[in-house]
């Protein structure tokens, strides 16, 4: 008998994927302007800093805010009891109406059906263990994020099945891709209960189109499963195309109501708070409201934070500016790293959104292999001393992806990872031309002595 | 549709416990807009030391305004989502905890992972130690949120240690054993032992032998022992509290294997009366246990800002002290309060040394010995006298007759309110009993009949009745 459970020794927590030990090696050796400027780059987190100064002067100006203060009085005691599991009410009020204008205010949510939780990675355990049994599948499609495979399957048993996008559509989600999935699951014997999908998606950085948002929700009703659209980088939509949020595709459908339809959203991504864990999850269906509310005990947000955040986003002029400003900059994030990375010969996925870019390195495989994947990355992360995301850490089946992060680092900093890349690129067509210089001046020797020996061997068989 | 653990009831929510809780809701008692509402007494909350935590952030106020040294810390505490938690706090932590047990146990920083609330850091010890259908051992009475918290996401199973009044609700050797060969018929594995100590809902600590007789049964059937320490603060009488590290260090078993079989539970919510701000803490000296926990925390992480926060008010030395003393004595007073308002009723408590909640014995106003007298009870009190206070059913007792009554979570004057409502229930009973002792004896069966229909139509609140 195991002294300890399966869970607690088993490796399903998927922190030994290289996505995690990309991270390793860059708290051994983190690179600081001053302190160590030869050292490895962060370029593997999807965190937002861009806009920390704006929030830091809507806390100067409201100081009652984080102080647990309303109008001259203490609310501390109030806020130090308030452990209910629905949430402050001025909180979730402040919250959908927040999410509302991240959507142009083309839906409205009902501030009953949202149900808050420590984060989104416990609001995507908890709609997992409301939806599906040990043992049942969810259908996602590749490349994901790869924190899905602890947060979805580790406690709950649920299993993952992929929906495989490639780069010849880039990355598109397809009928017939969706329709195979769902296939080789039955083929497992695997009741399917859903789909979940990350909308704008991460590592993609695109926003999903109307067709892709239309295919999905006929797909779901026609199946009879459950959809969940997380879509914590809806703030960070940069440029066009606009966000459709899976709640408007539904609106346009007349499907408004659908009660298989849920959203996961996070501050985590758009604010860029997430040390404050904030989460929660968005559901039409009564029953799954309510026994995620209950499930959320298990993952409350502070109160003290619950209230410094209802003052925040209550204040429709902060919300507005903040949204606006801190799209621009990331847009300028985004064009900075995609020039430089053009000047190094390499492309990235056309992006709109997100905290990355999809980095197309596969001409700098020495084959199109997950090895030679491998490979590059443990170059790129020992020799030019970046720490960017394998595509295959994300379940990408084509060989040769990165993703890289823009947004969680000075401009400096990415301007130095951008020339050393370059000099990196330089160095590799420097090595291949010389290599493929070799080979010529090989290949030409060698289909001399080839002939030499070819004429001795006749002579020999002739013998 | 949903899964099952959606759609089922494992949750607990239906208990007596939560039911309570929504009757009050209903109709809450206040002071001056509702004298005449219920009062929760159904809340193991800690309100009466605000005033101490308040004065402290009034002369500190960096603290809450996110600021280190003039220095604004929002960008970092905004960034930080480590699950090792902010080290200072963790080392802040570790020395509350030891000065809590009188420094006779150390504790490493490194071996304590954080978690949203004890509900979490049990649940997440569950899933770390059993698989769904193996069992752990509880002894009863326990807190009705173990139903859900250790069970239901998890599909662990729950077996009762049945403890009784006849030894003061002690844990005993034969009763471990026996609840052991019970989860044995029933083909359950039993992974561990989950104790709470002090205890809720009887506000006692544990003995030392009962302590010994834990730490052997767990060596013995080679399983774990949780101890949830969460009302560790709430000491505030003799006898002291021994820790189950303490007891463990008394054998000198640090180097056996049952050490890393000894785990503790601890939060802020009920010493600090923090129950709002979500941390809860696992202390262990399993390495894996400490890993796999500390990696399940991704699910339930505390707010750095309000590990910021605390890390301040734990790093005042003075304060604490201060803070646990005075604390301990208000508890004190206000448990003396209720033991003494409830004494004048006639009602007996067993007798406690901490928490913040009497485990009061009822059974003599029970018409019956039953579980079903004790709901008649229960509902006459919440719906009748207006006090919202826990059956022992929904603990888990095997005794019909035990509640459990809050006295931390109210003012002086509410207590005393509750107090006059309990004296004139239990005349009014005592009353009503004379009176049918009387006529039992004199009146003739038609008088009887008369009279019976009268007193039943005094003391029956439910109008459904009349309609009989």
């Not at chain 1, 492309?347 to 199109?368: I, K, P, Q, Y």
């Not at chain 2, 653990?5 to 607990?12: M, Q, R, T, V, Y």
């Not at chain 2, 905004?78 to 080290?87: S, T, V």
């Not at chain 2, 009044?165 to 561990?192: C, D, P, W």
Request: net charge neutral.
């Amino acid at each position: 008998m195991g002294l300890l459970s399966r869970k607690a020794t088993c490796n399903s927590h998927g922190q030994d994927s290289s996505y995690f030990l990309g991270w390793l090696e860059y708290e051994k050796n983190p690179y600081h302007h001053l302190h160590n400027p030869n050292g490895i780059i962060q370029m593997g987190l999807a965190e937002n800093q861009l806009s920390f100064d704006l929030l830091e002067t809507w806390l100067a100006k409201n100081p009652e805010a984080v102080g647990c203060k309303r109008d001259g009085q203490s609310i501390f005691r109030e806020l130090a009891l308030f452990q209910d599991y629905h949430g402050l009410p001025a909180f979730k009020k402040a919250l959908v109406d927040f999410m509302a204008e991240i959507r142009g205010n083309k839906v409205s949510f009902e501030p009953n059906n949202i149900v808050l939780t420590a984060g989104a990675t416990s609001a995507n355990e908890t709609l997992m263990f409301c939806l599906a049994e040990h043992g049942d599948a969810f259908l996602l499609p590749t490349p994901y994020y790869p924190g899905f495979d602890r947060d979805l399957k580790w406690r709950t048993g649920v299993q993952i099945v992929p929906i495989h996008c490639t780069s010849s559509n880039c990355f598109r989600i397809t009928a017939s891709a969706i329709e195979e999935a769902y296939q080789q699951a039955q083929k497992k014997n695997l009741t399917v209960k859903g789909i979940l999908i990350t909308n704008p998606s991460n590592p993609l950085g695109t926003t999903m189109t109307r067709p892709e948002l239309n295919l999905l929700i006929n797909f779901i009703t026609d199946k009879q499963i459950h959809l969940i659209s997380d879509e914590i980088y809806s703030g960070t939509v940069f440029n066009s195309p606009s966000f459709i949020s899976i709640m408007e595709a539904l609106k346009d459908m007349n499907m408004e109501k659908n009660n298989r339809v849920h959203i996961v959203y996070s501050l985590s991504k758009d604010l860029g708070l997430p040390g404050f864990r904030v989460g929660a999850i968005y559901s039409n269906d009564p029953t799954v409201v309510s026994a995620a509310v209950k499930m959320s005990s298990f993952g409350l947000v502070s109160s003290q934070t619950q209230y410094l955040l209802s003052v925040m986003l209550s204040d429709k002029k902060f919300r507005n500016h903040y949204i606006v400003k801190n799209q621009n900059r990331l847009l300028k994030r985004q064009r900075k790293l995609v020039s430089g990375l053009e000047k190094s010969g390499i492309r990235c996925l056309e992006s709109n959104a997100g905290l990355f870019c999809w980095v197309d390195m596969r001409h700098l495989l020495s084959s199109d292999t997950f090895e030679a994947e491998m490979e590059l990355w443990e170059r790129i992360i020992y020799d030019v001393k970046l720490n960017i995301s394998p595509g295959s850490s994300c379940h990408c089946n084509e060989p040769g992806w990165f993703r890289v992060c823009f947004a969680n680092m000075s401009e400096d900093a990415l301007e130095l990872a951008m020339q050393r890349l370059k000099s990196f690129v330089g160095s590799i067509e420097k090595h291949n031309h010389q290599e493929s210089e070799k080979l010529r001046k090989e290949s030409h020797i060698g289909k001399w002595i080839f002939r030499l020996s070819f004429q001795s061997f006749n002579e020999q068989d002739q013998r | 549709m949903l899964s099952s653990k959606a759609s089922c009831n494992s949750h607990g929510q239906d208990s007596s416990y939560f039911l309570g809780w929504q009757l009050y809701e209903n109709n809450p008692f206040h002071e001056v807009e509702n004298p005449t509402g219920i009062i929760q007494m159904g809340l193991a909350e800690n309100q009466l030391s605000f005033d101490l935590v308040e004065s402290w952030l009034r002369k500190n106020p960096e603290v809450m305004e996110l600021k280190k040294g003039g220095e604004s810390v929002f960008r970092e505490l905004a960034l930080f989502q480590d699950y090792h938690g902010l080290p200072t706090f963790k080392n802040e932590l570790v020395e509350y905890m030891a000065k809590m047990r009188g420094n006779k146990v150390k504790f490493d920083p490194n071996n304590l992972v954080l978690a949203a609330g004890a509900t979490s850091a049990n649940e997440t010890l569950i899933f770390c130690l059993a698989d769904p259908g193996e069992a752990i051992l509880l002894p009863t009475p326990y807190y009705p949120g173990f139903d859900r918290d250790l069970k239901w996401r998890t599909g662990v199973e729950i077996v009762p240690v049945h403890c009784w009044s006849s030894n003061g609700f002690r844990i005993t050797m034969f009763a471990l054993e026996e609840a052991y060969e019970r989860a044995q018929k029933l083909n359950l594995k039993v992974k561990g032992v989950l104790i709470t100590n002090p205890s809720n809902p009887l506000g006692t600590t544990m003995t030392k032998e009962e302590l010994d007789h834990l730490i052997t049964f767990a060596m013995a059937k080679n399983i774990h022992v949780i101890s949830d320490e969460v009302f560790s603060g709430t000491v505030f009488d003799s006898p002291g509290f021994i820790s189950i590290l303490e007891a463990a260090m008394d054998r000198n078993l640090e180097n056996t294997d049952v050490w890393s079989r000894i785990h503790i539970v601890y939060s802020l919510s009920k010493d600090l009366g923090l129950p709002g701000f979500r941390v809860g803490m696992i202390y262990s000296n399993n390495k894996t246990v400490v890993g796999a926990s500390t990696k399940m925390s991704s699910f339930g992480l505390v707010s750095s800002q309000t590990q910021y926060l605390l890390t301040n008010v734990l790093a005042s030395k003075r304060f604490t002290s201060k803070y646990m003393k005075e604390n301990q004595k208000r508890l004190k007073k206000r448990k003396e309060m209720l033991v003494s308002g409830l004494k004048k009723s006639g009602i007996e408590c067993l007798k406690s040394n901490a928490g913040l909640f009497c485990w009061v014995d009822m059974r003599h106003l029970l018409s019956s010995n039953t579980l079903e007298a004790e709901t008649k009870l229960w509902n006459q009190m919440v719906c009748d006298v207006g006090l919202n206070i826990s059956p022992g059913s929904s603990f888990h007792c095997s005794e019909p007759g035990w509640f459990r009554v809050c006295f931390a979570n109210m003012s002086r004057g509410t207590l005393q309110v509750a107090m006059r409502r309990i004296k004139d229930f239990v005349e009014r009973s005592n009353f009503m009993g004379r009176i049918k002792m009387n006529y039992q004896q004199n009146m003739s069966s038609l008088s009887r009949k008369l009279l019976s229909n009268w007193v039943r139509k005094l003391s029956s609140p439910d109008p459904n009745e009349h309609e009989r």
